[in-house]
């Protein structure tokens, strides 16, 4: 069975940066286009696209955070992190880190992490 | 703004039919990305409810279907129940963002 979940602060000051780490358990080896990637929600608001990193380590960004994101993954501990540099009131956000398969859905999610930015 | 377009809100007796729009372009749904669905109780996260336009994970009830055609696919759910009462997103890919995209949500009442 496959999971994920999310750890990190929950609170951030503005212009501080965010380290997130995804520790996931049930899946190792993979096909091509499976990845792991994170994905947020601004209270009551829609969910969006962070980033993406696959398992051959290719990465992709959502384009207008790109210079504020870096996603990387360390397959012997079995996670993935997620810095953003730069944080602002409007990140205030619940992450999630979630499994994406090759068809680009989202199978597995973490529960969430809320992370407010605040001075 | 999103990026896929859905209502805000349905809503619907027990027993009855309702169905979520999820609007997109030729940069997503209308050049042949698959759309999937899914499901997000209040306080949870979300969960696959449809995946590849209309094929449902194990456990998901046959209640919910998912379609598409053009630009557009859509997700009914028949015979209402209380328990799904819930915010509905739609997601597909997008080769203008090289990354997926989701719809702005919908909230379904159960009446």
């Known amino acids: 069975q496959i999971t994920l979940k999310e750890s990190g602060p929950t609170l951030v000051k503005p212009t501080q940066t965010l380290t997130l780490t995804c520790t996931f358990s049930g899946f190792s080896r993979s096909t091509s286009g499976v990845g792991v990637g994170w994905i947020r929600q601004p209270p009551g608001k829609a969910l969006e696209w962070l980033a993406l990193i696959y398992w051959d380590d290719d990465k992709r960004y959502r384009p207008s955070l790109k210079s504020r994101l870096t996603i990387t993954k360390d397959t012997s501990k079995h996670q993935v992190v997620l810095t953003m540099t730069n944080m602002d009131p409007e990140d205030t956000a619940t992450y999630y880190c979630?499994?994406?398969?090759?068809?680009?859905?989202?199978?597995?999610w973490g529960q969430g992490t809320l992370v407010t930015v605040s001075s | 703004q999103s990026v896929l377009t859905q209502p805000p809100s349905v809503s619907g007796a027990p027993g009855q039919r309702v169905t979520i729009s999820c609007t997109g372009s030729?940069?997503?749904?209308?050049?042949?990305?698959?759309v999937h669905w899914y499901q997000q109780l209040p306080g949870t996260a979300p969960k696959l409810l449809i995946y590849?336009?209309?094929n449902r994970p194990s456990g998901v009830p046959d209640r919910f279907s998912g379609s598409k055609s053009g630009t557009s696919a859509s997700l009914a759910i028949s015979g209402l129940q209380a328990e799904d009462e819930a915010d509905y997103y739609c997601?597909?890919?997008?080769?203008?963002?090289?990354?997926?995209?989701f719809g702005g949500g919908t909230k379904l009442t159960v009446l």
């Open positions: 979630a499994h994406r398969r090759s068809d680009r859905s989202w199978n597995y």
């Open positions: 590849g336009n209309s």
């Open positions: 997601q597909s890919y997008d080769s203008s963002l090289s990354g997926s995209v």
């Open positions: 030729s940069s997503n749904i209308g050049a042949g990305y698959d």
